[in-house]
């Protein structure tokens, strides 16, 4: 089908994680980590000392690689580079805000679920229409 991205299949796609120590621990330990020939890692880990430029460049490598399908970020790091989440418009990768042990989800800072609100409301207007 034209003008829909595609998932690389020759291997597998991979799961990127922006999130604290805790977040990527998890997912580590559950297999998701890789590093590839270039020693280059499919995860950011966030600490204190983890500055914005470098989530933000994060954000931009993982979101613009063809060996990943799904970006998943903790929320309140998302929301230091919410312009960039906010912004980012293509099914694949498919950014996904997750909570974190220190930050509880709050869905009114979610862009997939604001998105998806949006698109009910705008759907339910044309619908009165007819």
């Known amino acids: 089908m034209a003008g829909r991205a595609s998932i690389p299949t020759n291997n597998s796609a991979l799961i990127a994680i922006i999130a604290d120590e ?17 020693k280059k890692t499919n995860y950011l880990l966030v600490d ?3 500055t914005v430029k470098q989530i933000e460049d994060a ?9 990943i399908a799904v970006v998943l970020i903790s929320q309140y790091i998302a929301n230091m580079i919410r312009f ?10 498919a950014i996904l805000e997750i909570p974190s042990k220190d930050h509880p989800y709050d869905p009114a800072h979610d862009s997939v679920l604001s998105r998806v609100k949006y698109l009910f409301s705008a759907e339910s207007v044309a619908s009165d229409r007819r």
């Open 22 to 38: 805790d977040t990527v621990t998890g997912f580590l330990m559950a297999g998701v980590g890789n590093v590839d020939l270039r």
């Open 48 to 50: 204190n000392k983890t």
């Open 59 to 67: 954000f931009k490598e993982f979101t613009t690689r063809e060996d």
């Open 84 to 93: 960039l989440v906010d912004s980012y418009n293509k099914p694949v990768p």
